[in-house]
């Protein structure tokens, strides 16, 4: 059993969600946050083990050194939240939503880590999660791609400049989480079935395996600098 603290940044659904879930099953302290209080709240509910939860919203980078001093002490930071903006067609993908895209990804899990970083153990680690965006040339994923890849490529410059602190990042396929609640359900179906018919396991991905992902960076003490693609293969075209 392990009695180490790790706190989720968009813990309170789908990927973060279910990293919480593996890592208190494991013996973890976990702290999960999210910005919507009565969400963060149901989701602390539905876990067992030594959980707390904290409003915070990740975009406004003035009141994160605040946020992680109330934190206090920690272990390990997962950046799981992340919404959105950004997708579309190049040719008419809204510029200003782009920007809101890299505001409330790559600034906020940039500003995360720093403002957690005078608390972090130096025996912890920090798991970005990025997308596969990033290395899958799929149109109408300029925006988001260039969002992600930007947190891929922050992952091995921080392994080098922040260590012994051991920093990666894990990049998802497309993973049935709330993420996709923009859809009815009648448009999830077949759009999951799609992008199953064109990933090599043949299926969408859950979040316990993201999960699964990220808890295997965090619990192994030799990588750092790496991103992990749990995509399926759906990266790899087909
Ligand atoms: N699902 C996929 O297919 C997929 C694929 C590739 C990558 N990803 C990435 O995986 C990460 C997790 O996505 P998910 O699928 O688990 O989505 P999700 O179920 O929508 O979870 C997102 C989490 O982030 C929180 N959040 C969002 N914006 C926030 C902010 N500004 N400050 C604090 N918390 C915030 C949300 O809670 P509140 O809304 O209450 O704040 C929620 O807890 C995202 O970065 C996403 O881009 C997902």
Known sequence: MSSQHAVIIGGSSGIGLATARLLLDRGFKVTITGRDRAKLDAAAAGLDG????????????????????????LDHLVLALGGGHGAGPFATVDLSDLKKG????????FACAQAALPHLSKEGSITFVSAVSAQ???????????????IAALTPI???????????????????????DFLTEEQKAPTFAGFGARTPVGRV???????????FL???????????ICDGGVRLGQ
């Open 218 to 228: 965090i619990g192994n003490g030799f990588t750092s600098g790496h991103t992990l």
């Open 50 to 73: 030594d959980i707390s939860a904290i409003v915070m919203d990740a975009s406004e980078v003035s009141s994160l050194r605040e946020v992680f001093t109330t934190i206090g002490p």
């Open 136 to 150: 899958a040339a799929m149109p109408g994923t300029a925006g988001l791609g260039a969002i992600n890849a930007a």
């Open 205 to 215: 991905g859950r979040s316990d395996e993201i999960a699964d992902a990220i808890a």
């Open 102 to 109: 890299f505001e409330q990804k790559t600034i906020a899990h």
């Open 158 to 180: 921080l392994a080098v400049e922040l260590k012994p602190i051991r920093v990666n990042c894990v990049s998802p396929g497309v993973v049935d989480t709330p993420w996709w």
